[in-house]
């Protein structure tokens, strides 16, 4: 049985190409849609235990990190697990259970569509 949520990202235009969820900031102004998205996405990582718990998973070997590897961060299981679930609401994380344990796991595409917005043009 799986359990995946993924970001809501647009469709890229090439197969395969990265399709940030809104535009660079010097770009234009943020539709209300985009603001929100976008918020939602800072909001998450804003919290030092969720941007370690994403950074746990985006550098572990192979892309993705059982539960297991990853609840040593100085905070119960529980608290663990809600912060996950925080960073998975966020569109940030994607998980799916396999047996006993939930796998995450960081879309390449997250991290381009977080770096996209911060780029700056030009």
């Known amino acids: ?32 849609e985009e603001a929100e998205r976008t918020a939602r996405m800072f909001k998450a990582l804003g ?23 990853i609840s040593d961060v100085g905070v119960s299981q529980p608290t663990v697990s809600h912060h996950l679930k ?11 259970r396999r047996g006993t344990w939930v796998y995450y796991r960081v879309e390449p595409s997250v991290v381009a569509a977080l770096s996209g917005i911060l780029r700056a043009g030009g």
């Open 47 to 69: 919290d030092p235990v969720r941007l370690r718990l994403f950074s746990l998973v985006a550098s572990h070997e192979g892309g993705e990190a059982c539960v297991c590897d």
């Open 86 to 96: 925080k960073l998975r609401e966020a569109g940030l994380l994607t998980s799916e």
């Open 1 to 32: 049985m799986s359990n995946v949520t993924t970001l809501p990202l647009l469709e890229p235009e090439v197969p395969g190409s990265v399709a940030p969820c809104c535009p660079p900031l010097t770009e234009r102004p943020f539709t209300a």
